[in-house]
Every structure is written in C-alpha cells, then in structure tokens.
C-alpha cells in the first residue's frame, strides 16, 4: 500500500515539475532561450544554465591584468559569456583592452549588446564566422562552460553523461589555436582537468599567480569519463609556451 502511494506521489510531483518547466519556458525568456538553444545546438551546447553575476573571478581578472600590464590593447575573449557581465567586468580591470565575448545562446548576445555601450566589446555567436575568424588573442577565459549540471547533480554521476571529456578537449584545441604563445588561458568550474588534454604539454601554469591554484569541491571526471574525485585543487590560469 505504502508502494502504492509512493508512486502515486512521484507520478504527480513529475507531472507537477513538467507543467511548472512548461510555464517557465513560456513565460520566461531566458528559460526559453536554454530551452530553444538545447534544442537547436543539441550536445554542441555544454553548461545550458546561463547563470553569472558582475565581478564574478576578481582573483583570476587581477591575475590576467598584471600579466598584461604591458600589453597595450590587449585582446580577450570570454568564452560562455552569458549575458555579458564577464566582459564588463574584465573591461574594468583591462580598460585598454578589445573584449570579444562568446556564447552559443542567441538570447543572451542580445541581452549583451543592448547593455553594451563600449565600441571595443564585440558579442559574438560561436557558430558565426566572426567567431571562426578570430584569433591572435592574449587572453581566453572559459569560466563555468565547460561542464553540465547533471554531472554534478544526477544521483548515480559515476560517470560524466552530458558532456564529456572528447567534446571538452576538441574545444579547448579549438580555443588554443586561437590564443598566441604567451597568452593565457584561463579555466575554472570545468568538470574535467585542462592538464589531461593533448594541448596541455604546450602550457604551464601562470606561477606568479599566487592564488592560481584553488580547491574545487565538485567531481572531476577523467579522460573516459569516469568520476576520479568528490572533491580536488585545480590550477586555473596557463601560460601557452
Ligand atoms: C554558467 S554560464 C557562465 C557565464 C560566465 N562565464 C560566468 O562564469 O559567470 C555558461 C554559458 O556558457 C554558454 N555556452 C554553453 N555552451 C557553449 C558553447 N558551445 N559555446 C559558447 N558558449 C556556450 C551558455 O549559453 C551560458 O551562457
């Protein structure tokens, strides 16, 4: 009987969740736009959650702007930029610097540029030809996109599902092709190691960057996918060779 009742109440409270996504999605819009972006990108689209707030990395900004301190217009990207607070922030501590900011989601590169007053930012959609078309930069940040929700929260996470290491390292690959030696490349909330990817041996972390290495206490998957650690201490700024 009690079994009987189990059910019932899962039935109902999944159905409950279902009708309550299908309200956000209709009447929120960025519920709707990860909603519209997980279905046209499909398994292109890494983090879905659009989630940021201003001045988010202070540590890893300072970081980057004393490394480029000579740097006289410096170009950076942020890689999963949301709805832009990563760059305005970034433009704070870099005020000389090109910013283009990078995200898979339509709705948040409108959010970006209607906030955006400042000619030296750009908001570009991964896909796009400017996007293919750019290069040459001294900074890329890929800050809390290369990783998916579910492989922190589903119950059984032994294993990464969502987003896994080949698609983590294709586009880290990518993403080294577009910064310069001697650039820096800037990873954090990610749920695999940038060290475990085949571009990793051209790098090495940025040592006078005190607090360059943080304890993260969330899984980390390894090449296959399998989860190695509940919790670990990750570098997050690298210096390409
Ligand atoms: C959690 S937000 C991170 C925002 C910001 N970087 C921060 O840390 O505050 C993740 C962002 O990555 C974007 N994203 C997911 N997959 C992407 C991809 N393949 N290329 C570019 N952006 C992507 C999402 O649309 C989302 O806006």
Known sequence: MENIRFRMEAFFYNIAKRLWLCFCVVTKAEQRSSFLTKIRFGKACHQRATFTVPSRYPLLFQACADYLASTKQPKVMSFGCSIGEEVFSIGQYLPHATIVGVDINRWCLRQCRKKN??????????????????????????LAVFQRTENRTNQDNSKASGFMFDEFESEITMLDKKLRPGGLLIIDHADFSFEETGVAKKYQPLKSFEHNKIQRFRPLFDRENWKIAEEHDSYRVFVKC
């Open 117 to 142: 007053k400042n000619p030296n930012f750009t908001f570009v959609h991964r896909f796009s030809k400017d996007f293919e078309n750019a290069s040459s930069f001294d900074a890329i940040f890929c």
